[in-house]
């Protein structure tokens, strides 16, 4: 028996006990798990971990909706125990308690087995009506209580009390899909305080904000996990928009070095019948996750917000990276064109943006590869086309502002004592 198999063996076990709320006839075959009268398949996958253990596994369980023409959910959920069918065990608790009510919630539109629905104006959250949104603005959402390893007491505010933002991000990141399950897990590092952990739809999207608006102090290692449901509206723009986003994406990735210029490309482009605004926000957007992608991995202490230089004249300053599709669709697919593309076409488009160059530069004058995590990187400026040099200007002087409130004090000589 395999170990996905066993996994559907023990979720379908855990349904059948705890019954009422996620009752139903269940059915287990061919390593497909029918559960709630037939309405969601569950299949299972068991990734094989960076440091292989017995007592720990790395499951993904994915739930067909077949009300919502088949759209999967994919769950990412770990299990721990003595050995490897405890942990296995674990996992399908987990998921049971953590992904099935709010599943369930979402197929009969109304919360049950302690998940809430939020953004419920005027909400009573003693019968799992929450007002808040969580980070989920003007969507229809479920979400899961919370479960917590390595710490003691209750140092969240309760759902009724607070709105913490859980799942910020989420639907600007979602692929162009209508339902969608995401994943926030906050952690605790002891003085150091909280960071979180968002996963949408598996592992397409994963985003990390290290500074998390918790007050309490936390133990040294310690986090709370839980999921949410939601959906945009059927026959929603935002999903066209979406998948509109992703097919310039792909194009533009795909023919970058087809042109003698990037202006070539855009005009090229634009004549195929692509929408001018969304190619420019891809040469300007999604190329910075592209050059991300590269050398993330060498410590480059990127900035989470870009500055916006517009037309009118106005500039945005702090604009998150996340808030926009073009960034984290960039980043979902970048990462299947990084196994596609022809090398010297990922790597061109890797370096366009202007923080490669930077990063490139700094090689150039001789910094070692290993010192890049000293490197921190000032806010990117994305101009809107037409947008004119004084407003451009005044952009490059609030970056220059930036940098100077950054920079580390200059150290002096050791024979200096004034």
Same mark, same amino acid.
């Given at each position: ?16 006990i ?6 139903g ?62 942990a296995?065990?674990e996992?399908s ?9 709010p ?5 009969? @539109?109304h ?13 009573n ?32 505010p ?57 007050p309490? @102090? ?11 449901v939601? &959906? ?34 855009? &005009?090229?482009m ?8 969304i ?28 500055i916006?230089?517009?037309a ?6 702090d604009v ?22 022809p ?6 488009? @890797?370096?366009?943006?202007a923080?490669? @160059? ?28 037409g947008?004119?040099? &004084? ?9 220059? &502002? ?6 580390p ?10």
């Amino acid at each position: 028996m395999s170990d996905a198999h066993q996994l559907l063996e023990f979720i379908e076990e855990g349904l059948n006990i705890h019954g009422e709320e996620l009752g139903g006839w269940t059915q287990l075959l061919d390593e497909q798990l029918k559960i709630f009268d037939g309405r969601v398949t569950l299949s299972a996958e068991i990734h094989e971990m960076e440091t292989p253990q017995d007592g720990m596994v790395h499951c993904h369980v994915f739930a067909q909706l077949h009300d919502y023409d088949d759209e999967v959910l994919d769950a990412c959920v770990f299990g721990m125990g003595d050995d490897r069918e405890k942990a296995l065990r674990e996992a399908s608790v987990l998921w049971i308690t953590l992904v099935a009510g709010p599943i369930r919630s979402f197929l009969d @539109n109304h919360p049950v087995c302690m998940a809430c629905q939020i953004g419920v104006a005027g909400g009573n959250p003693a019968e799992g009506f929450i007002p808040s949104d969580f980070g989920l603005p003007r969507l229809r959402a479920y979400v899961g209580p919370t479960v917590s390893r390595g710490i003691e007491g209750n140092l969240f505010p309760s759902d009724g009390e607070t709105n913490l933002p859980w799942f910020r991000y989420a639907s600007e990141s979602a692929a162009p899909r209508r339902v969608h399950l995401a994943k926030a897990t906050v952690l605790s590092s002891g003085k150091n305080g909280w960071h979180r952990e968002l996963e949408i739809d598996g592992h397409d999207i994963s985003h990390r904000d290290d500074d998390w608006p918790l007050p309490a @102090n936390g133990p040294e290692f310690g986090y709370i996990v839980r999921f949410a449901v939601f &959906e945009f509206p059927q026959n929603s723009s935002e999903v066209r928009e979406r998948a509109e986003l992703e097919r310039t994406i792909q194009h533009f990735a795909e023919h970058f070095t087809d042109h003698e210029s990037i202006d070539q490309l855009i &005009e090229a482009m634009v004549e195929r019948g692509f929408d001018s605004q969304i190619v420019q926000e891809v040469e300007s957007i999604s190329t910075i996750a592209f050059g991300r992608l590269l050398f993330e991995s060498t410590g480059v202490q990127y900035a989470s917000t870009v500055i916006r230089a517009k037309a009118d004249g106005t500039i945005e300053t702090d604009v998150p990276l996340m808030s926009l599709p073009a960034y984290s669709r960039g980043r979902a697919l970048g990462i299947k064109l990084r196994e596609s593309l022809p090398p010297e076409t990922w790597e061109a488009l @890797n370096l366009y943006n202007a923080e490669s @160059n930077a990063i490139l530069s700094a090689l150039d004058q001789g910094v070692a590869v290993e010192d890049l995590g000293g490197m921190r990187m000032a806010p990117s400026i994305v101009p809107e086309v037409g947008t004119s040099s &004084e407003t451009m200007d005044k952009a490059l002087k609030i970056v220059n &502002e930036i940098m100077e409130r950054t920079r580390p004090p200059a150290k002096k000589p050791w024979w200096k004592f004034w």
